[in-house]
């Protein structure tokens, strides 16, 4: 009997033309709603952020369809809705055959198939039928409508909460989003119904959570409405402020040191959303210099080079305990100039990497062309220590193992904290939390929250990221692997191919609030790395970026790190100038040591280190960090 409902469910779902907004979601939803009283129909209106998205303008489809030259309609969007690409702006016009080609869509293996095509977050038109007949078309004007409204309105989703014996959750998650068809859309809607209405009729000892909801667009809505945030005062024995490397580092050290405590890890964002997951993938083993000729400056710089040493051997060991892919490649990575002149900079720096023991190798312009797939750059210097990486499976991958007794709360944003006695207060959006100790592993945001505010100082970053290239376009750059290019020049594009071919250029820096950069901010930024990638690439087509985005990185003085003790039981570890996996990770398992009074051999070869020097206080700091990146934007006007 269940089975017969399901499929009459399906039947009547069948002919409704839905997509990620509009009436066709809203009419979906009731009917699910005549079987399932209690789902609330939630509505979000256009504009609305959710992370880094927005939800779009709302769409309604009347009527489409296609006449020939004779006035016959032969593409009908009452007959099948699948004859419209969803999302198709409204038209209303004549147009030869062989323009109408550009807006047709057809499966050649497929002939007699119609398929399915969306056009939902770029404005376009256009119309889906069986190739068979597609290729009878005869030649002459055809007259296209579609008549379809794109406004301000809403996104629709539905939920339906079945409360059961503890507060436990069971999540489920069906999209409603597609026309008609016969998959995941149409399914799983009908099949969750029933099933929501069998748990109704049952004791249960979890409480389940099920939604009903667009593809991708309303996942992430709901997501960044619903996510554990903190709602109310909690005491703990440890509190982690910032969730990203180094803060998941120290809370996963803490709750293995400290199974029986409770230990809090908070971050402003989503966990490893800021510059753990937006950085170029880049696991150093050394930084650039002009070379040195003493013996205190080598010291110095091994020292830095050893703790980026232990930074790789950090990530090597999670990754291999946690077997976890993150597309690790041991590729090495190259610093590369155009400037001729630039090969007296790396033919010293060859110098001191060869007194330092450090394989590497000068390259000729034919070899970089040959390595690269670009002609762009005549001198390059290659370290083989470096490694490539996904950022953002490796700090998916330290959310997912944190220990249980971590709890992890994201969205929720620090205020205010204070230090009476041995409580630490830190207030919140929604709530309080009292702790014996604290970290701070916020980086670039630790000046922010008063932090050795006269030892470092935010900058932002901005990178864009293109689509996958085509297996044509592979070809034209001569199909190199995967690889990774540092500036010699500090403004110089950071670049990089990645291993699913495309293409990561990252050339601004700049004293500018991230969060306060408009889409149209990024898309003028995203103007200069278009530039970049053509100057190496001019085979490429123009259009080839496909998201840009921006993040905020932490710099000291002398390109030192933060990690001390603060004050009684407050620590901080952060400041990477732009060499935050390895390190970050590093710091993050260390201060959480240190911050229980041990010792261990990274501690002290940490603490050799140069300690960061003083900078000069506002508004004189941001004056000469401005000044600065413009003189070296000038010197690297040409390698941008």
């Not at 330290?398 to 830190?426: A, F, G, H, R």
Request: with cysteine; hydrophobic share 35%.
């Amino acid at each position: 009997m269940t089975g017969s409902n399901i499929y009459g469910l399906m039947e009547t779902l069948w002919p409704i033309c839905r997509s990620i907004t509009g009436n066709g979601v809203r009419k979906t939803l009731k009917i699910i709603q005549q079987h399932l009283p209690d789902l609330s129909i939630v509505e979000v209106p256009t504009g609305t952020k959710c992370y880094d998205w927005e939800i779009p303008e709302e769409w309604n489809i009347n009527d489409a369809y296609i006449l020939d030259p004779n006035g016959n309609k032969i593409v009908d969007f009452k007959v099948c809705n699948l004859h419209l690409v969803n999302y198709s702006v409204p038209v209303d016009l004549e147009l030869d055959l062989e323009d109408l080609q550009n807006h047709l869509h057809s499966i050649e293996d497929q002939p007699d198939a119609i398929p399915y095509v969306t056009s939902y977050y770029k404005k376009n038109w256009g119309f889906c039928l069986s190739h068979n007949q597609r290729k009878n078309l005869p030649k002459g004007k055809y007259r296209v409508v579609i008549d379809s409204t794109l406004s301000a309105g809403n996104l629709t989703y539905g939920e339906l909460i079945i409360n059961g014996n503890t507060k436990q959750e069971v999540f489920i998650s069906t999209y409603i989003c597609h026309p008609s068809m016969a998959n995941n859309e149409l399914s799983g809607p009908s099949l969750t119904t029933f099933l929501a209405k069998y748990i109704q009729s049952i004791n249960t000892n979890y409480t389940y959570r099920i939604i009903f909801i667009p593809e991708t667009i309303g996942a992430i809505c709901y997501l960044s409405r619903n996510l554990k945030t903190l709602q109310s005062n909690e005491d703990c024995e440890w509190l982690v402020i910032g969730a990203g490397y180094t803060g998941l580092s120290a809370a996963r050290k803490l709750g293995q040191l400290y199974p029986n405590q409770k230990i809090i890890l908070v971050d402003a964002q989503l966990a490893g959303e800021g510059a753990s997951s937006r950085n170029s993938g880049y696991l150093v083993d050394t930084t650039l210099n002009d070379g040195f000729t003493s013996n205190k400056e080598l010291e110095s710089y091994k020292k830095k080079a050893d703790i980026y040493e232990l930074g790789i051997n950090a990530i090597k060991k999670f990754i291999n305990d946690y077997q976890v892919d993150c597309d690790w490649n041991e590729c090495g990575k190259y610093f590369a100039s155009s400037r001729t002149e630039d090969k007296k900079i790396l033919t010293n720096f060859s110098k001191t990497l060869s007194k330092l023991g450090f394989e590497h190798n000068l390259l000729s312009k034919i070899e970089i062309s040959k390595r690269l797939g670009t002609s762009f750059y005549n001198t390059a210097l290659h370290t083989k220590g470096g490694i490539l990486l996904h950022p953002g499976k490796l700090v998916r991958a330290m959310v997912d193992v944190l220990p249980n007794n971590v709890d992890l709360y994201e969205n929720s944003c620090l205020l205010n904290w204070n230090q009476t006695k041995d409580i630490i207060s830190c207030e919140f959006k929604n709530g309080k939390i009292n702790t014996k100790k604290i970290i701070f592993a916020t980086n670039g945001f630790l000046k922010s929250l008063g932090i050795k505010s006269n030892y470092n100082f935010p900058i932002t970053l901005t990178a864009s990221m293109t689509r996958p290239l085509t297996e044509d376009e592979f070809k034209s750059i001569g199909q190199p692997k995967e690889w990774g290019v540092l500036p010699v020049r500090p403004m110089g594009a950071t670049i990089r191919m990645t291993k699913d071919k495309r293409i990561l250029i990252r050339n601004t820096a700049e004293v500018h609030n991230p969060f306060k950069m408009s889409k149209f901010d990024l898309q003028k930024r995203s103007i200069n790395q278009k530039i970049g990638i053509k100057k190496r690439f001019p085979q490429l087509p123009e259009d080839i970026i496909q998201s840009s985005w921006s993040g905020v990185v932490s710099r000291t003085r002398n390109s030192s790190q933060i990690f001390e003790k603060i004050d009684n039981n407050i620590f901080a570890a952060g400041c990477y100038n732009g060499s935050g996996i390895g390190v970050g990770t590093l710091f993050g398992e260390q201060i959480a040591i240190k911050a229980s009074e041990e010792n261990t051999e990274e501690i002290q070869t940490i603490e050799a280190r140069n300690k960061p020097t003083w900078l000069p206080p506002q508004p004189f700091l941001n004056l000469g960090v401005k000044t600065r990146l413009i003189y070296e934007r000038l010197r690297a006007r040409s390698e941008i």
